[in-house]
């Protein structure tokens, strides 16, 4: 089973994150960037299954050059290659272009099984797996807190508000994962070392036979039109409970009309 | 006016469907947008159940897709639909809640129509400029789509809804649904109780454990302490990984986002993590044996002690003012 595994380069949820001034992008120039930590419990999965079932792990990275720094990072895990998709164009793609770009390349790789984090510390948006399953007519089993696979068929426990559901789908599919999926491994000195050897592939848009125009922010489908900082909330009053703490809690509540 | 199209979310945890709150404050939205429409998809004899409420907060018509071919299957089967309807009816906009399947059928809508989208936005107005607020709510962007219709997911408790009482007219729309969009089939749905409590995301109210509340059994003291608030049962990540409450009510960078009237923190020290995930809450406030937990930064409120002493005596003290 050839399985590829969506990684993002992400700038570190922990630390002060912005957005360009210029471009309202995100701005990984000042940033400290990481693998969007979701998608590390999709390489986890996916280097499971290969234990259980053979194949091969594929990381596929859309992003600019110094994503390569995670790249090698997920490579580390013990994934067998990757492919980076790299092209000044892609600077400003919307979801849209994103997946047009990624469901080429995953179409490109002939890939059994797509399997990604179900979403981006930075975006929070949520659609990438369902937009590139759209474009590939293949299915979509998103959500998964479970993933079992007999031959070609997958089967995932998908989170839901109100339970959860069992969804199943033959290969070829796309998979996305939450953290409850796994326990990610990390990568051992002789992982480190190895991936310093594996193999990189750069892809530019034109090795995808995508036009610059359709992606980027010539053809980005929306427009950021300004940003803000949003103004810090004021931590407000706070008291030290001295045999009252409980009592003074509830006269706040009462006086916000919560009691 | 032109027609805005609201796509329905049903709970399904009670005995007969029911609108779940987040359609109705997009109903509320819409009628500032132009005239909204409600679209029910889902399986047979479900719209019977939500028309009326609809109505209630204005959805002049209500597009019904009723077939098993929508409920059996996962997402793509809602937007091959709501495809259809949208290139027959022209709407000036489409609005669906910011859920995980609210978000994933406005991406299949997005490719299938070539059309821009936005997800979680706290408000959209009349010329299609909706604002997020992104980077645990550090930053606010207001963007607009620029190819198509405003496509927009809007999150739970953005606004207050207000009824708004009308007579929808029902129109049935066929369901034609291709081979493709059947290809994820939903083998079994299981509700899992959650009791009286209130939905997470859509409560007004949320009381959260976290990593302070220390054990399992001490949940009971965070259930207690909702169920008289009326509010729902969160928990942070470190709760949750420690096995102390479900994961399912995680609140966080990498579980839920909610934004209710009022958050009640209990135990929990305020890591980027959690408050991700809160941060726009209204009103909140904190219990932590930790005076310089950086959950004291966001509250309104806090209350520096134990929660083992603080909460019970809260507990005790509303018993008794509610008699």
């Not at chain 1, 590829?4 to 700038?11: A, E, G, N």
């Not at chain 1, 995100?26 to 194949?55: P, W």
């Not at chain 2, 859920?99 to 129509?113: D, F, M, P, S, W």
Request: with cysteine.
């Amino acid at each position: 089973m050839k399985i590829v595994v969506l990684v993002k380069q992400v700038p570190d949820s922990g630390a002060e994150r912005s957005l360009r001034n210029d471009d309202h992008t995100v701005d990984r120039g000042s940033a400290n960037n990481v693998i969007n930590e979701m998608d590390t419990y999709a390489i986890e999965e996916a280097l499971r299954l290969k234990q259980a079932h053979g194949g091969e792990v594929v990381i596929l990275t859309m992003g600019p050059d110094r994503a390569s720094e995670s790249i090698r990072k997920a490579l580390s895990m013990g994934p067998d290659s990757a492919v980076h998709v790299v092209d000044d164009a892609l600077h400003g793609s919307c979801a849209l272009g994103t997946s047009k770009v990624l469901a080429a390349a995953i179409g490109q790789l002939e890939a059994d099984l797509v399997i990604c984090g179900a979403e981006a510390t930075d975006g929070r948006v949520q659609v990438l797996p369902h937009m590139i399953a759209e474009r590939l007519g293949i299915a979509a089993l998103t959500g998964a807190r479970k993933l079992t696979v007999a031959g070609a068929e997958l089967t995932i426990e998908r989170q839901t508000e109100e339970g959860y559901e069992v969804v199943a789908a033959s290969t070829p599919a796309v998979v996305s994962v939450w953290d409850t999926i796994n326990e990610p491994r990390y990568p051992s000195f002789k992982g480190i070392m190895d991936a310093k050897k594996k193999q990189i592939r750069t892809l530019a848009l034109a090795d995808l036979g995508i036009a610059a125009g359709d992606v980027g922010f010539d053809g980005a489908s929306s427009v950021v039109l300004e940003h803000s900082m949003r103004p810090p909330r004021q931590g407000g009053n706070k008291v030290t409970d001295t045999g009252e703490g409980g009592v003074t809690l509830v006269e706040f509540l009462a006086s916000e009309k919560f009691v | 006016m032109a027609e805005v199209l609201v796509v329905v979310e049903a709970s399904s945890a009670g005995d007969q469907p029911t609108v779940k709150k987040v359609t109705l404050e997009l109903l509320t939205l819409a009628r500032e947008l132009g005239t909204p429409s409600a679209v029910v998809l889902g399986r047979p004899g479900v719209a019977a159940a939500l028309t009326d409420k609809l109505g209630e907060y204005g959805a002049t018509r209500v597009y019904t897709a009723e077939s098993e071919e929508i409920d059996g299957y996962l997402v793509a089967p809602k937007a091959a639909v709501l495809a259809q309807l949208v290139r027959q009816v022209q709407p000036a906009a489409v609005l669906l809640a910011a859920t995980q399947e609210g978000k994933e059928i406005a991406a299949r809508l997005a490719v299938k129509l070539d059309n821009g989208v936005l997800t979680d936005a706290v408000s959209l107005d009349a010329d299609g400029v909706a604002t997020q607020v992104v980077f645990a709510g550090s930053t606010i962007v207001k963007s607009r789509v620029t190819r198509g219709l405003p496509l927009v997911a809007v999150r739970p408790n953005s606004l207050t809804p207000t009824p708004a009482p009308t007579m929808p007219r029902v129109e049935q729309i066929a369901v034609v649904v291709d081979a493709v969009a059947k290809l994820a089939r939903v083998v079994e749905r299981k509700v899992e109780a959650q009791g009286a409590r209130p939905e997470l995301t859509e409560a007004s109210i949320v009381v959260s454990g976290g990593r302070g509340v220390a054990s399992a059994e001490n949940f009971a003291l965070v259930e207690e302490l909702a169920d008289l608030l009326g509010a729902a049962v969160g928990a942070s990540r470190a709760a949750t990984d420690s096995g102390f409450y479900p994961h399912k009510f995680q609140v966080g960078q990498t579980g839920r986002t909610v934004s209710p009237q009022l958050y009640v923190a209990l135990g929990i020290s305020g890591a980027i993590q959690h408050r991700a995930g809160m941060q726009t809450s209204k009103t909140i406030v904190a219990v932590n044996k930790d005076a310089e937990a950086p959950m004291f930064e966001l509250a309104d409120f806090g209350v520096v002690g134990d929660l083992f002493t603080v909460v019970p005596q809260a507990i005790e003290e509303i018993r008794k003012r509610q008699g």
